[in-house]
């Protein structure tokens, strides 16, 4: 199997998406008794090629999936897709963290259940904890809240309509008094 480098990788998705990228990063870090070292590559994309952007991944080599983080950071919404090329691939295995910012007027992804399917429980936890809509996601049913759960409640959200608003009722209930 032939490796990417870091570098390579970084080079390829600039020139497939060329004013697409927002940002990207490359670190190196060490870690175990060996003191061996393993790289993350960070890339940041507009929301309109994401997807795209892992299909690329995939033709690196189908990669690893991990975990979508999320941050509401004010007017957006920013996901972080966790990867990992060349898992399990001794000296070799390559973080590679997709990520993505969506405004809050428009909270829409394409899912990517279609290209890496165990990224649907991740999916799925970020459309009931922060509102988002995944586009073409086969399963929409919660799998953390009940199905009693306010509609308009995103436990994960800073602002209105995060767990705000279920919380520090103090002043409603002292007019039930």
């Excluded at 080079?11 to 990228?21: Q, V």
């Excluded at 991944?57 to 007017?75: A, K, M, R, V, Y």
């Excluded at 997709?98 to 799925?124: C, F, Y």
């Excluded at 049913?141 to 608003?165: H, Q």
Aim: hydrophobic letters at 35%.
């Amino acid at each position: 199997m032939e490796y990417m480098t870091p570098e390579k990788i970084v080079e390829l998705f600039k020139e497939k998406f060329n004013g697409s990228i927002i940002n990207s990063k490359i670190e190196i870090k060490t870690a175990g008794l060996k003191k061996n070292n393993y790289s993350l590559i960070w890339i940041e994309i507009e929301v309109k090629d994401f997807k795209e952007a892992v299909n690329l991944l995939c033709t690196i080599q189908f990669p690893h999936f991990s975990i979508i983080s999320d941050n509401d950071i004010g007017e957006e919404i920013k996901l972080t897709y966790h990867f990992s090329l060349y898992y399990g691939e001794k000296s070799q295995e390559i973080s590679l963290n997709l990520a993505t910012s969506l405004p809050k007027n428009n909270l829409k992804i394409l899912s990517i259940t279609d290209l890496i399917p165990g990224a649907q429980i991740s999916e799925r936890e970020i459309k009931e904890m922060l509102g988002v809509t995944i586009e073409g996601l086969p399963d929409l049913s919660n799998i953390f809240l009940p199905k009693d759960f306010p509609k308009d409640v995103y436990p994960l959200r800073k602002d209105e309509t995060g767990a705000v608003k279920m919380v520090n009722k103090e002043e409603e209930v002292k007019k039930v008094e």
